[in-house]
């Protein structure tokens, strides 16, 4: 196990880059890359950097040299001999070969596009264009580079033992976390928290303590390395960016209005099982669900991702019921801003009435709230979202108005397609 904080003082980019690897990413990444890549391979799109905490200074903590060293080091890597084998004859989700042949020839040989960065003012405009198979996979990376140099920009003010009680009462905090979870019966739990990591060996920590503190009930991880180098389940489907860009690509309102549906018939050709997750709320979870054809009710669960989450689940038990589904034998996975007490109180409100799960993302791999002065480790809201394809703008309306995201004139356009009216505005934890 990796002397963290020793790791921290002797750290040099070089000996410990943020990003491994290409599978230093999140499962549902590769998943989404290949079905983009068998189905809108042609599609140009644009991603952007997108930090929603503007009380974080990132141009002022974040050296651009050091930045660009760190972007210019994920550009130089390719898969591994043992990577592309670990994903070509792997088993994942009880599926031998789930990446197909052309796709992996086609990753074996892939480096990551070009970026733009600028500063702008306290932040970095940071960007990426290009074919979509290729930029989508700088999404992660660009996250873990960002979150980490942050919090390298504040750890190299610490001296060698402040750094060691540091980790230490992190690690203390953690443990304490896992021990409350114990107490929960038929518990299933994920880790979901590369792409606003505090670094990744703390992860790879984080993973591992769940592993020794949960075991069984602790599912896998959605980081690819880590679940190699752990022989752990990789975990995860799909995510916001899919409807997105299709519905940008729609010619009219109709196709609009379509579109959401349409990435799921393209996902449902490729996958069964417990991969056949539906993540509603691009445009609203209600009006995705009361429009949804009937086919889908039968996919195996649901994720909930925004709003408040007792209610998106109550909001999903009552539409399987309506469509003649048990929602006892349905999968609901909470994974938006969860931290043990909201774990503890869904885990309670939900069990025998659904299968429960939870993704759990920053607060279980980046929470150092508390632990040095100014809180000025405390996790933030950093995203990098498509906001383009093929010249045409993206949207995302959110359960959360607060997640919203898109031109004001298309902003009120989509809302007018689904249906959408007022929202409760709720605080974006992380």
Request: aromatic letters at 10%.
């Amino acid at each position: 196990m990796a002397d963290i904080a020793t790791r921290v003082w002797n750290h040099r980019w070089k000996i410990d880059p943020i990003v491994r690897s290409l599978i230093d990413t999140d499962f549902y990444k590769l998943l989404m890359c290949q079905s983009v890549f068998r189905n809108k391979r042609d599609t140009n799109v644009t991603f952007s950097l997108i930090n929603r905490t503007k009380s974080v200074p990132l141009a002022r903590l974040i050296d651009e040299g050091e930045l660009r060293e760190q972007l210019d080091h994920v550009r130089s890597l390719s898969l591994t001999r043992g990577e592309s084998t670990w994903l070509r004859g792997n088993t994942f989700y009880g599926k031998r070969q789930m990446f197909r042949p052309d796709f992996m020839e086609w990753f074996e040989n892939l480096r990551l596009p070009p970026y733009h960065l600028e500063r702008k003012g306290d932040q970095y405009e940071l960007t990426f264009e290009g074919s979509w198979p290729e930029v989508m996979l700088w999404e992660i990376p660009a996250l873990a580079i960002l979150m980490e140099l942050r919090g390298r920009a504040i750890l190299d003010t610490m001296g060698r033992f402040e750094l060691q009680v540091l980790y230490a009462r992190a690690m203390t905090k953690l443990w304490e976390k896992i021990e409350r979870l114990r107490d929960l019966d038929n518990l299933r739990i994920a880790d979901f928290g590369t792409r606003r990591r505090h670094s990744f060996l703390w992860q790879d920590w984080c993973v591992q303590a769940m592993t020794e503190g949960l075991g069984s009930r602790f599912t896998g991880t959605s980081n690819c390395l880590i679940a190699m180098r752990q022989d752990l389940e990789a975990v995860g489907t799909n995510a916001h960016e899919l409807p997105m860009v299709y519905s940008a690509l729609a010619e009219d309102d109709a196709a609009l209005a379509r579109a959401p549906y349409d990435v799921l018939a393209d996902w449902h050709e490729e996958h069964s099982g417990n991969l056949r997750i539906i993540l509603p709320d691009t445009y609203g979870t209600r009006g995705f669900l009361d429009r949804a054809p009937d086919w889908l009710a039968g996919w195996t669960g649901i994720r909930i991702d925004s709003g408040d989450p007792a209610t998106g689940a109550e909001t999903a038990i009552d539409w399987w019921i309506s469509r003649g589904e048990d929602p006892r034998e349905k999968l609901v996975i909470f994974s938006d801003g969860l931290d043990v007490a909201k774990i503890e109180e869904l885990h309670r409100q939900f069990s025998g009435r659904v299968r429960v799960s939870f993704g759990w993302g920053t607060l279980l791999t980046n929470d150092f709230r508390g632990l040095v002065p100014g809180d000025a480790l405390a996790p933030f809201s950093l995203v990098c979202k498509a906001i383009a394809a093929d010249g045409k703008p993206t949207v995302k309306l959110s359960d959360n108005p607060e997640k919203a995201m898109g031109p004001e004139g298309e902003v009120a356009r989509y809302k007018r397609v689904f249906g959408v009216g007022e929202q409760e505005r709720m605080e974006v934890v992380v």
